[in-house]
């Protein structure tokens, strides 16, 4: 009897089935390569994107004239927003109301997510007030108090709104607005100029005292016949 195995090269020698790598190895070289131009893309992207900022960055700091401004606000992003905001208030400096007003107009629209927006609703009531249009001014106020009720601008807005209501003789209203941004925002900056504000109007007038009502035992009884 023999004590060895066979030695049938087709049980004890087949060819090892290639593994995973070998069998994939184009797709996993054509992924990889793909992956890293991803991140060869991205990466100079963001050089690029850098630069650009750091460039407009550099134009912002060094622009001052009004053509200058108007060059950056034509694009977009947070510079480009303070840009317009900027030529806004040299334009309303300049007593060029109107252009500066049409900068302001689209201003929200261009710029949603500006974190000025409420800078943006203040400016557009002070150069309605420059130009003297005073109704139109506390309008303004008013509806920038509403729209950024939440924002550090609502209680200037107020103040600004009901100033013009009390330089228009119109105390009872400029008194509930005073009220108002006292009520809403105790302790904030503005509230103490509020309150300087409200101390110019005139004294509320007191109400009105019920009719008094004459006592019975007063009342005459009438004659008998």
């Known amino acids: 009897m023999n004590p060895l195995p066979p030695t049938d090269p087709d049980i004890f020698f087949e060819p090892a089935e290639p593994d995973f790598f070998e069998r994939n190895k184009s797709k996993i070289l054509a992924a990889t390569g793909g992956v890293l131009v991803l991140i060869l893309i991205a990466a100079v992207s963001q050089i690029l994107w850098q630069n650009r ?6 134009s912002y700091a060094a622009a001052t004239t009004p053509e200058q401004l108007a060059s950056l606000a034509k694009g977009g992003g947070t510079i480009a927003g303070n840009a317009e905001l900027q030529l806004a208030a040299q334009l309303r400096d300049q007593k060029k109301f109107d252009e500066a007003l ?124």
């Open 53 to 58: 900022t750091n460039s407009l960055r550099a």
């Open 102 to 225: 049409k900068g302001l107009d689209g201003f929200e629209d261009k710029f949603a997510k500006h974190p000025l927006l409420p800078n943006a609703a203040l400016l557009r009531g002070s150069v309605l007030e420059a130009k003297g249009d005073l109704a139109a001014a506390a309008e303004a106020y008013a509806k920038a108090a509403v729209s950024h009720e939440s924002s550090y601008a609502a209680p200037y807005a107020l103040l600004m709104q009901g100033r013009l209501l009390r330089l228009a003789d119109k105390p009872d209203e400029a008194r509930r607005v005073f009220e108002n941004a006292i009520t809403r925002y105790p302790g904030t900056p503005a509230i103490q100029e509020v309150i300087q504000e409200m101390n110019l109007l005139p004294e509320a007038p007191k109400p009105a005292a019920s009719p008094s009502t004459t006592p019975a035992a007063e009342i005459s009884p009438v004659p008998a016949n």
